[in-house]
């Protein structure tokens, strides 16, 4: 199939549309054909690549039948009834600026502690190598220090777990709040 | 590779405004870009593209070229922005979660 008899069947195909946005359509075409020539491909290439002109006019009169096959979608479209507006969005916002300042405060300070605890827990395990430090460049090897250390470094491992810990419900409180404000700012359901 | 149509389209749509808010582009352009990673009958995305159109999302404009007559060139609008600001983010939750889906084998099935 070549450029004109593309054209020429889809033409037929769209034959019920109106004339005038028949005519922009094809000119889509057109300019595609041209392009693709410029390019260096053959009509026959092009023909190939465009997929059929019975698909494409199905395509089309499909989108015209308010039948919305769009209905079939999984993307969400934004249904225009409950789409909320500007003024909403910023009403939503407004009411939520307080809220959110203090939540958020709060979700920074708890990230503070958590900070704290991660410090703590590089500094116990750090412990044995002041400790190797102290045994070699003072000469004084210490039995008390020795288990002083050991008794450290389990502080460490057991405030490790509990950083972990911290970390994860930290993440899972941050990602879940900023979340739901931006479905509030969306204000539609979560469920496609 | 036979896949749905209706989901093809869907993420047809959401390629062509991704492309178009990285760059304007003309048709030709466009459908180069897509093919490129996703296997598809360029020609499916001019209906998409008039969509868009028609529906607030995307302006056109003409613009000459070096090489023959001039073309329409396709540009986000500030709600065209946005509509895809939230699709992207709405495909990456809808992958994430049929991957986890794929993952976890739905153990929840009793």
């Given at each position: 199939m070549d450029k004109t008899e593309f054209l020429n069947e889809l033409a037929l195909k769209l034959a019920g549309l109106d004339p005038e946005e028949r005519k922009e359509i094809l000119a889509d075409y057109m300019e595609h054909f041209a392009a693709g020539e410029t390019s260096g491909k053959s009509e026959q290439e092009i023909v190939f690549d465009l997929g059929t002109p019975d698909e494409i006019a199905r395509d089309i009169l499909a989108e015209r039948g308010?039948?919305?096959?769009?209905?079939?979608?999984?993307v969400p479209r934004p249904s225009q009834p409950k789409k909320r507006g500007a003024g909403f969005k910023v009403g939503v916002f407004l009411a939520m600026l307080i809220p959110n300042l203090v939540v958020y405060s709060l979700l920074l300070s708890f990230w503070g502690v958590v900070a704290g605890f991660i410090g703590s827990t590089v500094g116990f395990f750090l412990t044995p190598f002041g400790f190797i430090l102290d045994a070699v460049l003072n000469q004084a090897f210490e039995w008390y220090k020795l288990f002083g250390t050991i008794g450290i470094v389990g502080l460490g491992f057991i405030f490790f777990v509990v950083t972990i810990w911290m970390t994860k419900a930290m993440i899972i409180a941050t990602v879940g709040y900023t979340k739901f404000n931006i479905h509030l700012m969306k204000g539609e359901s979560k469920h496609v | 590779m036979e896949v749905n149509v209706q989901f093809k389209k869907g993420v047809l749509e959401l390629c062509c405004l991704f492309l178009i808010h990285k760059k304007d582009q003309y048709g030709y352009e466009l459908a180069q870009h897509v093919s490129q990673y996703v296997e598809v009958a360029?020609?499916?995305?001019y209906p998409v593209l008039r969509r868009l159109v028609k529906e607030g999302y995307c302006d056109t404009y003409l613009k000459e070229s070096t090489e023959g007559p001039s073309r329409k060139y396709y540009q986000l609008t500030v709600k065209g922005e946005m509509y895809m600001t939230e699709l992207m983010f709405e495909w990456k939750d809808f992958v994430a979660n049929v991957n986890r889906l794929f993952v976890e084998g739905g153990e929840q099935i009793g």
């Open positions: 308010e039948s919305l096959p769009e209905d079939s979608y999984y | 360029e020609g499916a995305i």
